[in-house]
């Protein structure tokens, strides 16, 4: 798993924030979280040919 963290600040229409916050909270889960998700997934899928690593690569597991 990653080590270290780093901060990505993003601008977002405040009625989509609003409805993202409150679907996130029905599923029990933190903004952070479905974003982590988000880029995770994204990065698998556009990866390309670049080597990830192995905490990265596509496992099956749910998680952060």
């Known amino acids: 798993m990653e080590n270290r963290t780093a901060r ?3 601008l977002i229409d ?3 924030k609003r ?3 409150e679907i996130c909270a029905e599923h029990d889960l933190t ?3 479905v974003v ?5 997934q ?3 899928d556009n990866a390309g040919g670049r080597e990830l690593p192995e905490w ?3 496992s099956g597991k749910v998680g952060d």
């Open 8 to 10: 990505l600040t993003l």
């Open 14 to 16: 405040p009625t989509k």
């Open 19 to 21: 409805i993202f916050e």
């Open 31 to 33: 903004p952070s979280q």
């Open 36 to 40: 982590r998700r988000m880029i995770r």
């Open 42 to 44: 994204y990065i698998q």
């Open 56 to 58: 990265l690569k596509p």
